[in-house]
């Protein structure tokens, strides 16, 4: 016994109006050289495979929407000004020197989802307001908005306020442990300000234990700062450690370096406030 489907349909057999390809095909069976058993079956025409396939996406998307909105809320980064830092609102005029920083950001962002690079970015320089967080921040804004992957972004030293606060409440030590594993599982974390959160003991490790978990697991973080981690004196032993780390969980862009003409942003934004007024 053998079983094939006819290759050529029968004339017989009803088509789509819209794409014309038949609406069901023949399923011959063999049963020894005299008996052939025809069976109908519906098939699917190109309309609904696209059909189903469009539906299927939007139930993905929608539920990645959902998932992605959730990881947001926990770290309460659905503030304007966050959402707001994209690339899309990138001023290229005012701030030349740094475009090829922006352009890398920007290829990065793009090829997450295909790519899923290990490595993030680290964003140092010693000027105030260049747009280090804002690349960063726009990244995220990427990689949640357009991919719909969550990613966790934010000061550090907020995000290890929000971490501990969960720690710290007696009723949700559970709570602090699902926020602490998040932190180390999301897709993409972004911390901004690193620099600023080397201040205590707990912060220190913390970074330290988030950078390292996450290079195990093989998933980016991105960093930016104010100082060079390079330039960590070498009594510091718990900043040694961080650095050490981040050498190799991130590529180092220095903005004194690749763009010593970039300026301060903040001082342009005030300006043209005044201008207004
Ligand atoms: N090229 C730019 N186009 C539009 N807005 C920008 C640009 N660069 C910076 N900004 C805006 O200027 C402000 C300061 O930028 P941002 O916070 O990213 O700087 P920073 O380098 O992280 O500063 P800091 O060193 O103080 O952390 C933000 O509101 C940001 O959105
Ligand atoms: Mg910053
Ligand atoms: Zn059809």
Redesign the pocket.
Known sequence: MSIRLNPNPNHDIPICPDCAEPLYFDLVVFAGTMHEHVTRKPRACECERTAMEERRQLGREEQETRIVAAVRGRWQMDRE?LL??TFM????A??PS?QTI?EKCRMWAQGFAARRPRTGIL?A?S???????????AIANYVCDTHRLPAVAGETAKLLDILREAIRSATAEAAGDRLMGELLTCPLLVL??LA?AKDTEWRLERIFRIVSDRIEAGLPTCV???ENPRLWGKQAVGLQRIASRLEEACDFMI?DVLAPEAV???R??REMREEQT
């Not at 609102?89 to 290229?92: E, L």
């Not at 747009?131 to 921040?137: I, R, T």
Request: hydrophobic share 40%; aromatic share 8%.
């Open positions: 000004a707001r830092q609102a990138w001023d290229h005012r701030q740094m922006w964003l320089g000027v105030n307001g260049t747009g280090k967080s804002h690349l960063l921040n901004n300000d600023a930016s700062m104010n903005v301060d942003y903040r342009i934004l």
